[in-house]
């Protein structure tokens, strides 16, 4: 409780302190800016955090886009996509996406980064990973199905392709409105993040 507490406040502290570290915030330094950034269709900026529960740094920057996610702007959309990079990250992500097809990602995203993370269970397999969300309600034989359905192949296919277009090298990375990546494991992302959500606002001609 204390852990989670210390968390929320130095999110808060994070975000109040941004309007005296946005001008510090630097281009090549603090973000990345794509050469051929994606056109983003109608008036909502998204932002995309792209994860690996295998991976320790994703899971330290867990709790800060958490605690971001909470208060969204009425024009902000973000999404958690989970990378598909290599075979092994294939395996969780069709987990992800099963389990949100299923209603389960709720329950289950942040419980899994900690039994991986936390408890070091090793959860890499579709037999494994589908044990495992069994254990948290989850029928075994529609997430077998759904594991390697259409709907999860398509989501696994668009996360593939997203990471090549956004020219992702590994995780995490939280990608805003289509041309900034941001790379990092602590407050700092969030902040960066809420930055370059207002510049993008500005660049499309908003307040």
Not at 59 to 68: D, G, H, I, V
Not at 107 to 114: E, G, I, R, Y
Not at 172 to 201: C, F, S, T, W
């Amino acid at each position: 409780m204390k852990k989670l507490a210390m968390t929320a406040i130095a999110a808060a502290i994070g975000l109040t302190s941004l309007s005296t570290q946005a001008a510090d915030f630097v281009a090549g330094q603090d973000y990345k800016v794509l050469a051929n950034p994606e056109k983003i269709e109608g008036n909502k900026i998204i932002v995309r955090e792209f994860f690996w529960y295998g991976c320790p740094h994703c899971y330290k920057l867990e709790p800060y886009m958490a605690q971001w996610s909470k208060k969204l702007p009425a024009d902000v959309v973000f999404m958690q996509t989970p990378a598909a990079m290599n075979p092994v990250w294939e395996q969780n992500a069709r987990g992800f996406y099963a389990a949100q097809l299923l209603g389960y990602q709720g329950k289950t995203h942040q419980a899994m980064f900690d039994a991986i993370q936390k408890d070091r269970q090793k959860l890499f397999d579709q037999a494994s990973i589908g044990q495992w969300y069994a254990s948290k309600g989850v029928d075994i034989n529609k997430f077998n199905n759904m594991y390697n359905s259409f709907a999860v192949n398509t989501r696994i296919a668009r996360s593939k392709d997203a990471a090549q277009r956004f020219q992702l090298s590994g995780v995490p990375a939280v990608v805003v409105d289509g041309k900034y990546v941001v790379e990092g494991e602590d407050g700092k992302v969030p902040q960066v993040v809420n930055y370059l959500i207002n510049k993008a606002r500005a660049e499309r001609g908003g307040k």
